[in-house]
């Protein structure tokens, strides 16, 4: 199968939830993990006879993604019904956008592959809608669970610009993290708040023409989209490659066979017959609304990454990192006041911080100490009080006591030895038990000076300074 004469097409559609405390269209709670059933009132039962009352933190968070990412903000949109029948719908419709949504165009620029240009991936909109109940399908039953019913989404769409499963990973990590940063969702994919749909086909390498697509549905983790892409790409290669066609069709993901399965086929937009939700009046965003949002949006992340790289010194790697997520760029911020080394304190963060972090499965909040700890830990290695070695061990106490640098240095010994005198005495000691290795030194054997560097360390319990170690070992060992 030669698919290196053809390259992918995608598109995705990302489903996110918004960080409000109530549903789009009634006062119930969004809050996750409920008993089932239990955030339901008429209005997202669907019971006859009710009103839809729009949600305006729904409004103002769809602008700031929109505002993050680019877009026209439409002063005027409408809601539209969208039909379709599935037991998680009760109304026999969802309330969405279609023609007029409140975002328009916009894009999201990737980081370079190495030269320096950003990669940018366009936008078609940006709309609103609420989300459907959830199926369970129990041993000889299916249930519903309507606790989601009505939950409010944006539907982030973009142009068929991604050409690899490694790009579309990219998009979807810089996508969710522009979405943190501007509080508009917490994107927890595990708890569904952040899922998204597929659109594959594949082309001869040099046409212009699209193949028919395939649409791979509810992927909620950057690893399955990655793998269901490469799978269904070398799949309708095999399909073209045998002579046959690819169908369009809805895919389902299958993560314990690793493979895409058919699940009905692709409808089209006249399928859903859409028309303007008639209990919902036109949606009017006023200039002033879209400025005022626009005075409170944070330093978003591709902007953070620029200014670690020009005013920090950063590679853009380390960059990239520390600015993939909020939480994580504001740590490292705090912690960096009075120091001299920014780059050893982005180390620090990389390593050791995040090491725990992804240990504990806790936010960085919970599973480290405050940032200004960390500084004062850092600012002892830059003042030689404690070693790198010592500040580990510090560190990880730390962790587990919740107790301040200074004091946790004091209370396992960890300060640094300078005194030269004692390290002198140390240093001379050493070398009188060793007559045979330092004859081999003074003989040529350069490489044994860092045995005796060891031997002093080891003699004075690792709290002697090394650079102190190193001035005097050289002034004894040369004789």
């Known amino acids: 199968m030669n698919t290196e004469a053809y390259e992918a097409v995608i598109g995705l559609e990302v489903h996110t939830h918004l960080l409000?405390?109530?549903?789009?269209?009634?006062?119930?709670?969004?809050?996750?993990?409920a008993g089932p059933n239990e955030n339901v009132c008429p209005v997202c039962m669907g019971m006859p006879g009710v009103l839809p009352v729009l949600n305006r933190r729904v409004v103002e968070l769809a602008i700031r993604t929109g505002l993050a990412t680019h877009c026209t903000i439409a002063p005027?949109?409408?809601?539209?019904?969208?039909?379709?029948?599935?037991?998680?719908?009760?109304?026999?419709?969802?309330?969405?956008q279609y023609e007029t949504p409140i975002c328009k165009g916009g894009y999201i620029d990737l980081p370079s592959n190495g030269d320096?240009?950003?990669r940018r991936v366009r936008l078609t909109r940006i709309h609103i809608e609420e989300d459907a109940g959830k199926n369970i399908h129990a041993a000889g039953a299916s249930l519903v669970d309507f606790n989601r019913?009505?939950?409010?989404?944006?539907?982030?769409?973009?142009?068929?610009?991604?050409?690899s499963s490694a790009d579309a990973g990219a998009y979807l990590r810089q996508l969710r993290a522009i979405l943190r940063y501007v509080d508009a969702s917490d994107g927890k994919m595990e708890e569904g708040s952040f899922r998204c749909d597929c659109n594959v086909s594949v082309r001869k390498r040099g046409s212009q023409e699209f193949g028919t697509r395939t649409e791979i549905k509810n992927l909620n983790s950057f690893r399955f989209v990655e793998n269901a892409i490469d799978h269904e790409v070398a799949r309708q290669v095999e399909i073209i490659e045998a002579g046959g066609r690819v169908l369009q069709e809805t895919h389902l993901w299958d993560p314990a066979r690793n493979e895409t399965r058919p699940m009905r086929s692709k409808e089209y937009a006249n399928d859903y017959r859409y028309f303007p939700?008639?209990?919902l009046p036109p949606l009017i965003v006023a200039p002033e609304m879209v400025e005022s949002i626009r005075a409170t949006m944070p330093e978003l992340p591709a902007d953070r990454r620029a200014r670690y790289i020009r005013e920090l010194a950063l590679t853009d790697y380390e960059a990239g990192v520390l600015t993939a997520d909020r939480d994580v760029a504001d740590y490292f911020e705090a912690a960096i006041p009075g120091l001299k080394n920014r780059k050893s304190a982005a180390n620090w963060v990389m390593t050791e911080v995040l090491r725990v972090v992804h240990e504990s499965g806790k936010s960085i909040g919970e599973a480290v100490p405050p940032a200004s700890e960390i500084g004062a830990l850092l600012r002892m290695i830059?003042?030689?009080?404690?070693s790198l070695n010592a500040a580990k061990m510090a560190f990880a106490a730390m962790v587990k006591s919740g107790k301040g640098a200074e004091a946790t240095v004091a209370e396992l010994g960890l300060a640094q030895v300078s005194d030269e005198a004692a390290i002198a005495a140390a240093c001379e000691k050493i070398i009188a038990a060793e007559p045979a290795k330092l004859a081999e030194y003074r003989g040529g054997?350069?490489?044994?000076?860092?045995?005796?560097?060891?031997?002093?360390m080891k003699a004075m319990g690792g709290k002697a300074n090394p650079k102190v170690i190193n001035d005097i070992l050289k002034q004894k060992l040369a004789g």
């Open 382 to 386: 830059e003042e030689q009080k404690i």
């Open 20 to 33: 409000t405390k109530s549903k789009l269209f009634c006062g119930c709670s969004t809050t996750f993990g």
């Open 76 to 96: 005027h949109s409408i809601f539209d019904r969208k039909s379709y029948f599935y037991p998680d719908l009760p109304k026999g419709y969802q309330i969405s």
């Open 277 to 279: 939700e008639p209990d």
């Open 445 to 456: 054997r350069d490489k044994l000076f860092g045995f005796f560097v060891g031997q002093v």
């Open 149 to 163: 019913s009505g939950v409010p989404l944006i539907e982030i769409v973009s142009e068929p610009d991604l050409r």
């Open 116 to 118: 320096g240009q950003p």
